[in-house]
């Protein structure tokens, strides 16, 4: 049975304010809000993904607050099937005693996490439920297209995997809130 497409969607921009400089302490409480915010709005750019989820057979999402809200703006009437299994990949605290933007801090935590510091998951670990979470959209797309809202990082480690199961990239819009990447069968 020929396996239908399988579109990675990267959650919408979460409502938590990452403009300026943050210490150590101000950066951890600022994670804390990204886990737990919702999504600001639906924007313009959101356009691609609203035409791909039109034409799946469904939805999937992780678990965190800004991804359901996402996944929920562009379900439509299907309902959204939500896992942990999808959720973002862990990132390490990088030990800095000055101040950096957020997306610095969170790029020297994810270099960290990659070199084997975590408190939590490490990256063996996360490579393992990518693997998990690909499996599971593989099986379902077995049955039509499907479409993931979930992570930036999680969405690549579960993109490699797809490769590795004979999936060829077909579309992308770049790595941003809001973008997809949309994946078929290679042909045999």
């Not at 403009?19 to 409480?29: I, P, S």
């Not at 039109?54 to 439509?76: E, H, T, Y």
Request: glycine content about 8%; some cysteine; charged content about 20%.
């Amino acid at each position: 049975m020929k396996r239908s497409d399988i579109i990675l969607v990267r959650h919408g921009e979460p409502d938590c304010d990452g403009r300026g400089r943050l210490n150590r302490t101000a950066f951890l409480d600022w994670l804390v809000c990204y886990a737990t915010a919702g999504v600001t709005r639906e924007p313009p750019q959101a356009a691609p993904c609203r035409v791909a989820a039109s034409s799946v057979q469904a939805i999937f999402a992780s678990d965190l607050p800004r991804a359901k809200d996402s996944a929920a703006m562009l379900a439509g009437l299907l309902p959204v099937q939500t896992d942990t299994v999808f959720n973002e990949a862990d990132i390490a605290i990088a030990p800095f005693g000055f101040s950096l933007r957020p997306e610095l801090w969170t790029a020297a935590g994810r270099l960290i996490w990659l070199a084997g510091a975590s408190k939590q998951e490490s990256f063996s670990d996360a490579k393992i439920r990518a693997a998990r979470a690909a499996a599971t959209l593989l099986a379902e797309a077995e049955l039509g297209s499907v479409l993931l809202v979930g992570h930036g990082w999680m969405n690549r480690m579960i993109a490699r995997v797809l490769v590795q199961h004979g999936m060829r990239r077909v579309e992308t819009t770049g790595s941003g809130f809001w973008s997809l990447i949309r994946f078929s069968q290679s042909a045999l």
